[in-house]
């Protein structure tokens, strides 16, 4: 029989935090690449460390991020340019700090970064952030992606309760970008690839899910990637599978043909019009 649908504890949303005002300046960590991996033909791993990574803490959450620091990159009187990646993982030990990147040979910012990354070269952060884990009290888990979140759901997928069903929907550009993941829980990986559907990003995925069968009782949902298909789903997962709004974590990482600026400039309208989606249904 289905559990009752508790409320899954969450990390303060930016409403219930302080104003800009009244909290402290932030201050970087300074770190050093260690090493880099490439993991797939569009995914490079670089492995930061350095003693600037002393007392680093990461947070409970497995969705944690950083705001990389790109200087380099910033003309006079310009403000730094900033880039959100989550943290694949963290290691106090070692004192290893590793984040994937997606890579496209040398478009945007951050990608490039990776892919000329060299032992010794240095890497400021803002952070950590974060707001999701696999909740133990909901009946099974359900994630959902693209290449911007599957770091994400590869850490969460390691701290899925043991025996817990968990199911996965990923969309990457081709079978040569799957990636092994492991789950202490019950996990169905779904692989989606994009280039079945070259002229629509996030086609393959939303017609996935959709026409997935769910398992019974309330799943513990995170939804991240591109803006375009997290709306189409979310709106799909609240209207046509009755899915509680706490027991969902969604959000556009980026959207396809903005920069990190201009998706920042635009995330509030985005934000809006989700809003509007749940008044349209009766929802909000």
Same mark, same amino acid.
């Given at each position: 029989?289905?559990?009752?649908?508790?409320?899954?504890?969450?990390?303060?949303?930016?409403?219930?935090?302080?104003?800009?005002?009244?909290?402290?300046?932030?201050?970087?960590?300074?770190?050093?690449?260690?090493?880099?991996?490439?993991?797939?033909?569009?995914?490079?791993?670089?492995?930061?460390?350095?003693?600037?990574?002393? @007392?680093?803490?990461?947070?409970?959450?497995?969705? !944690?991020?950083?705001?990389?620091?790109?200087?380099?990159?910033?003309?006079?009187?310009?403000?730094?340019?900033?880039?959100?990646? =989550? $943290?694949?993982?963290?290691?106090?030990?070692?004192?290893?700090?590793? $984040?994937?990147? &997606?890579? !496209?040979?040398?478009?945007?910012?951050?990608?490039?970064? %990776?892919?000329?990354?060299?032992? @010794?070269?240095?890497?400021?952060?803002?952070?950590?952030?974060?707001?999701?884990?696999? #909740?133990?009290?909901?009946?099974?888990?359900?994630? $959902?992606?693209?290449?911007?979140?599957?770091?994400? $759901?590869?850490?969460?997928?390691?701290? &899925?309760?043991?025996?817990?069903?968990?199911?996965?929907?990923?969309?990457?550009? #081709?079978?040569?970008?799957?990636? &092994?993941?492991? #789950?202490? *829980?019950?996990?169905?990986?779904?692989?989606? !690839?994009?280039?079945?559907?070259?002229?629509?990003? *996030?086609?393959?995925?939303?017609?996935? &899910?959709?026409?997935?069968?769910?398992?019974?009782?309330?799943?513990?949902?995170?939804?991240? @990637?591109?803006?375009?298909?997290?709306?189409?789903?979310?709106?799909?997962?609240?209207?046509?599978?009755?899915?509680?709004?706490?027991?969902?974590?969604? #959000?556009?990482?980026?959207?396809?043909?903005? =920069?990190?600026? @201009?998706?920042?400039?635009?995330? %509030?309208?985005?934000?809006?019009?989700?809003?509007?989606?749940?008044?349209?249904? *009766?929802?909000?």
């Amino acid at each position: 029989m289905p559990r009752p649908r508790p409320s899954v504890a969450r990390t303060p949303r930016a409403a219930d935090r302080p104003a800009r005002a009244d909290r402290p300046e932030r201050v970087a960590t300074h770190a050093v690449v260690l090493r880099t991996e490439r993991l797939t033909p569009h995914m490079v791993r670089v492995v930061l460390g350095g003693e600037g990574l002393d @007392g680093f803490d990461e947070g409970p959450c497995t969705d !944690h991020y950083v705001k990389l620091l790109f200087p380099e990159a910033t003309g006079a009187g310009e403000r730094v340019p900033m880039r959100t990646y =989550t $943290i694949r993982s963290w290691d106090p030990v070692v004192r290893e700090l590793a $984040i994937d990147f &997606v890579v !496209h040979g040398d478009e945007g910012l951050a990608g490039p970064w %990776a892919l000329a990354a060299r032992p @010794g070269d240095p890497m400021s952060f803002y952070g950590p952030g974060g707001d999701y884990v696999p #909740s133990p009290e909901l009946d099974w888990h359900l994630m $959902i992606g693209d290449e911007s979140a599957l770091p994400a $759901i590869a850490a969460s997928l390691e701290r &899925v309760p043991a025996g817990a069903p968990v199911r996965v929907f990923v969309e990457v550009a #081709s079978p040569a970008d799957e990636q &092994v993941l492991t #789950s202490p *829980g019950e996990l169905d990986l779904r692989w989606v !690839h994009r280039d079945e559907h070259p002229q629509e990003p *996030g086609r393959a995925l939303v017609e996935a &899910v959709t026409s997935a069968d769910f398992l019974p009782g309330t799943p513990h949902v995170f939804l991240h @990637g591109d803006a375009g298909f997290v709306r189409d789903l979310r709106r799909h997962l609240r209207t046509e599978r009755g899915v509680p709004a706490p027991a969902l974590s969604a #959000s556009g990482y980026w959207r396809r043909g903005r =920069t990190e600026e @201009g998706w920042r400039a635009e995330k %509030a309208d985005w934000k809006a019009a989700v809003e509007q989606d749940e008044q349209t249904a *009766g929802l909000a």
